[in-house]
């Protein structure tokens, strides 16, 4: 079965950490890059961060950059996104995103919250 499966949300103090994983399955992970997106309530979806399918390069947007850091294993066909110092303008659904013809997953849900 072709999947993404988010996990790693949760409720975290502004400041805090959280790390997500985005569990890939059904297709040839290794090869795709694979992407990061978020979507805050009344907001269109955003690109966060990318990565190349060796790991080799990665992106940011200009909101995250140096604040989180995107990475794989593709022995594991996990893709991840660490994520410091959050802010509360940070609270989102994140979903991970591999080829187009791969559907969106449920998405994971961070809240940065005091």
């Known amino acids: 079965q072709v999947q993404l499966v988010e996990s790693g949300g949760g409720l975290v103090q502004p400041g805090g950490s959280l790390r997500l994983s985005c569990a890939a399955s059904?297709?040839?992970?290794?090869?795709?890059?694979m992407s990061w997106y978020r979507q805050a309530p009344g907001k269109e979806r955003e690109l966060v961060a990318d990565?190349?399918?060796?790991?080799?390069?990665?992106n940011y947007a200009d909101s995250v950059k140096g604040r989180f850091t995107i990475s794989r294993d593709n022995a594991k066909n996990t893709v991840y996104l660490q994520m410091k110092s959050l802010k509360p303008e940070d609270t989102a659904v994140y979903y991970c995103?591999?080829?187009?013809?791969?559907?969106w997953g449920q998405g994971t849900q961070v809240t940065v919250s005091s």
């Open positions: 995103k591999g080829p187009q013809w791969v559907r």
């Open positions: 059904g297709f040839t992970f290794s090869i795709y890059a």
């Open positions: 990565i190349t399918s060796t790991g080799g390069s990665t």
